[in-house]
Antibody, heavy 123, light 110 residues
Framework: QVTLKESGPVLVEPTETLTLTCTVS??????????VSWIRQPPGKALEWLAH???????SFSTSLKSRLTISRDTSKSQVVLTMANMDPVDTATYYC???????????????WGQGTLVTVSS | QSVLTQPPSVSAAPGQKVTISCSGS????????VSWYQQFPRTAPKLLIY???KRPSGIPDRFSGSKSGTSATLGITGLQTGDEADYYC???????????FGGGTKLTVL
């Protein structure tokens, strides 16, 4: 079955760079039409899309966070890594990775989600 | 401020029907498929509807989706107390080249 699991630090200090890893199983990061997206949710607030990477290495980033984000994939390890630079307390949130289904015009949805990992930014 | 607009909350009695709206623009809902997600407290969102009106395996047919122009609607019939959750719509925005979500709607089953 398809699973995704986020891993990374639970606490980061302001100005540090956050590195989160999404380890997937049950599907290949090279499967046409498939990708992985990162989505976050501050406590008590709405979902916020951050970035995606597709099977063909096509990437996209949140407009407001683009300068701080990178995304990469390692198909041999079945992992997708997100980095977010210059962390601030407002970045405190639960970070989710999700399998993204796309690849044809107009199609874009998340069919499997990781459990999420709460990242707190504080000194 | 979310790109897609949802009502903050809706409520209805058990057994009744409720609809949740999701309003966007031509660059997002108008030209792309809409999906819906259900989220219970302290758990990850779950796909409820994809491609406007399709249900993944295991989702009861009490849940339905529709789209017209630049708006989409999630419908839930035969409401149960177990349906109390937050519901989000989502899609792609062609102009911004980003994924977008609504601000979420909290469903209360009175």
């Amino acid at each position: 079955q398809v699973t995704l699991k986020e891993s990374g630090p639970v606490l980061v200090e302001p100005t540090e760079t956050l590195t989160l890893t999404c380890t997937v199983s049950g599907f290949s990061l090279s499967s046409a039409g498939m990708g992985v997206s990162w989505i976050r949710q501050p406590p008590g607030k709405a979902l916020e899309w951050l970035a995606h990477i597709f099977w063909n290495d096509e990437e996209s980033f949140s407009t407001s966070l683009k300068s701080r984000l990178t995304i990469s994939r390692d198909t041999s390890k079945s992992q997708v890594v997100l980095t977010m630079a210059n962390m601030d307390p407002v970045d405190t949130a639960t970070y989710y990775c999700a399998r993204l289904v796309g690849g044809r015009s107009g199609l874009y949805y998340f069919d499997y989600w990781g459990q999420g990992t709460l990242v707190t930014v504080s000194s | 401020q979310s790109v897609l607009t949802q009502p903050p909350s809706v409520s209805a009695a058990p057994g009744q029907k409720v609809t949740i709206s999701c309003s966007g623009s031509r660059s997002n809902i108008g030209n792309n498929y809409v999906s819906w997600y259900q989220q219970f407290p302290r758990t990850a969102p779950k796909l409820l509807i994809y491609e406007n009106n399709k249900r993944p395996s295991g989702i009861p047919d009490r849940f339905s989706g529709s789209k017209s122009g630049t708006s989409a609607t999630l419908g839930i019939t035969g409401l149960q107390t177990g349906d109390e959750a937050d519901y989000y719509c989502g899609t792609w925005d062609n102009s911004l080249s980003v994924g977008v979500f609504g601000g979420g709607t909290k469903l209360t089953v009175l």
